[in-house]
């Protein structure tokens, strides 16, 4: 269950890891959107291409499916 005080704690370690970046330049990994230019390593994925997706983008978060 997500409570308030919670989301406040993981705003402030958002915060102040935004902060500690000092203004260094940085590179956007993920769009929040898709998974375009990423490839996922999973040697059985190699030889089974009938695997689910391991990773997917819900409710723009990057999901690890196992």
Known sequence: ???PARLAFVAALSLAACR???GSSSIRLFDGHDLAG???DVPEADSNP???PTFVVH???LVSQG
């Open 1 to 3: 269950m997500r409570t």
């Open 20 to 22: 500690a970046g000092g």
């Open 38 to 40: 990423w490839h996922v």
């Open 50 to 52: 009938n695997l689910p």
């Open 59 to 61: 409710d723009g978060l």
